[in-house]
Each structure stands twice: as C-alpha cells, then as structure tokens.
C-alpha cells in the first residue's frame, strides 16, 4: 500500500471537486461453474470462488478496464476505456458469495483543470490502484494508453474524482501513443521489498531483448524492469498481494477465443534491473472467460483474501462484463 505524507494527502484532497456521479443500476447474475470446475473447486493454484456477469441499460456501463478497492464495506471502483470512474459495493450473499455490484456510480474523470477529458484519445483509462495513508485509502493512481501517462485523483468516501494530479514518468513511455502501451499500474505494499514504489507494465513494447517493457516509480526503488513475454498473451493488469508478491493477469486473443493466464512472481524478483518470470497459477480459455483486463485482491467478509478478475466488453454487445473471484490454494 502507498503511504502518502500528510502535504500529498492535502494537495490530492484540494483537487477534489463536487461529485457529478450519474447512478446506474447494474443487474448481475451469478457465475457457479468456471468450465467444468464448480463452487470452491481446484484450478491449478487457484479456487474457485463464483463471480458475476454484469449488464446495465445505461450506455455508459461497460469498457471496464481496471479494478481497485476503494473503501471499507466493499467499496470497489472500475476505470473505464471511454475515460469514467464506475463505482460500487460488492454484494454477497449469506454463503459468502459475490451476487452483485450495488450502488453504482458513473462519473467522467478530469484532466488537471478540472475539466472532462476533452477527446477519446485522452480518456483510454486501463488500470488503477489505491493510494493509502496509513491503513486509510486517500486516492487511486490510474494509468492511460494512447495519450500515455499516469495520474492520482483524490477519494471522497470510496469514489474518486476531482482534478487529475500527474504523476511523472520516464519520456520513452510518455512517448508511447497506442492502445498497446501503458497498461498495468500497481503499488507495492507495505511488506514489499519495494513498499511504496508503482510498478508500471507495458502491454506490447520490447525491452531489445523481447520481454515487456516496464519501469519503477520510487525513492530507491527507481528504473527500467522488465516481464518475461509469452507467445501470443500479453500482460493486462498487475497486482500485488499483501505478502508482497506480484500478480500479473495475462489475456490473449486467437480466432476470435480468448485466452487468460494468471502469474505469481516472488517479491525478491520485483526490482529495478531485473527480468520478472512468473510462475503459472491459471490458465484459461473458451466461454469461462471474456477479454480479461482487469485484476485486484481484496478481503471477502468472511475474511479470506480473494482474487478478483474481470472483463472489458469494449462497449460490444457479443463481449460480457465478467467479475470472477478466487482465492489461492495455499
């Protein structure tokens, strides 16, 4: 978790402007089979917790890209490729499982006046994660493709908003302009060899040495990392988990069938300098999943941590908004 000083902590909350959110209702129905692998069955490293598949009348729900928890009570927050925060509380039922996404809102991020991003090319939001102070989360760090570059927004009771604050990154990776660029954002925690530092991850740009090109944002923990390629799969989302090992949520597209792969990496591997080679907890491809881009952990109710990942229908009616859940096996 990235510990802000309290000047941060004042400068993110002075950004903040009134919420303009637009509530929409989302209907979700629950997912009880992962192929053939039911409730609380093994797939490889992983459980399988359930999940959801998530529909809205409101044109504006879809494109989700990127997922963080952003206050107590389930409080979760989406980023959206059209350049939207989306909003809400996880729901689940007596048995502990996720049956929904409640109390959903829709609200247009802002550049660094204050303003709605201004064109498309602007708004192409693909990953987020929390900013903490102390165990209190303050703000959410995003990051954008094809207009390249990374931005804190402020936390008002679990939903971000108000002006952008820009977060500076290297030139080679500001002067990436695809939709293939930045993709993955995510903060080490505190028990990370790294605590504090913002690992970022490039879809598809080469090291020179045919890996993913990715760089640390820190104090010390500052440079250029790179993440072993796979043919044919490329990294959509990262995470870490409390221990300080990274996840990395890999999607692929191949005849029209998407493919998921989910990686463990060791928090001693996650340094500048170094060529991050995972080890393999899932595997997936066919109807169980969609175009997986979005991935975070989080505390279920009952109190086990569970892996979240979800889907970006692109806003196309034949794409699904999926929300799966697991836990690790050990």
Request: include cysteine.
């Amino acid at each position: 978790m990235k510990r802000l000083s309290g000047a941060m902590v004042i400068a993110l909350l002075a950004g903040l402007s009134p919420l303009q959110a637009a509530e929409v209702t989302v209907t979700s129905t629950q997912i009880t089979n992962f192929g053939d692998t039911g409730l609380d069955g093994r797939l490889g490293q992983l459980m399988f917790r359930g999940g959801i598949a998530m529909v809205a009348q409101d044109d504006t729900f879809g494109g989700l890209s990127g997922l963080a928890p952003t206050g107590p009570n389930q409080q979760v927050t989406f980023v959206s490729d059209r350049g939207n925060f989306v909003s809400g509380q996880l729901a689940y039922d007596d048995d502990n499982r996720l049956f929904g996404l409640i109390g959903v809102q829709i609200e247009p991020m802002q550049n660094s006046k204050g303003t709605p991003l201004p064109r498309q090319y602007a708004k192409d939001a693909e990953g987020i994660d929390t900013l903490y102070r102390g165990d209190a989360p303050v703000g959410v760090r995003v990051s954008f493709e094809h207009l390249t570059r990374v931005a804190d927004f402020a936390l008002s009771d679990g939903v971000p908003g108000g002006a952008a604050r820009e977060v500076i990154i290297p030139e080679w990776l500001s002067n990436l302009r695809t939709n293939q660029s930045l993709e993955s954002v995510c903060v080490a925690p505190p028990r990370s060899p790294i605590a504090g530092s913002t690992l970022l991850l490039t879809e598809d740009r080469d090291d020179g040495a045919g890996n993913h090109s990715g760089w640390l944002i820190g104090g010390k923990d500052k440079g250029a990392i790179s993440y072993a390629a796979t043919p044919g799969i490329y990294p959509s989302d990262c995470v870490f988990l409390p221990d300080g090992d990274l996840l990395v949520l890999e999607r692929g597209l191949n005849l029209l069938t998407f493919s998921m792969a989910l990686r463990r990496i060791p928090a001693a591997e996650v340094r500048a300098g170094n060529l991050m080679v995972g080890e393999l907890l899932l595997a997936a491809n066919g109807s169980a999943i969609d175009n997986m881009e979005s991935l975070a952990v989080h505390q279920a109710p009952g109190g086990e941590t569970r892996i979240l990942i979800g889907s970006d229908n692109n806003f196309n009616d034949w794409e699904r908004s999926l929300l799966l859940e697991f836990s690790l096996v050990n």
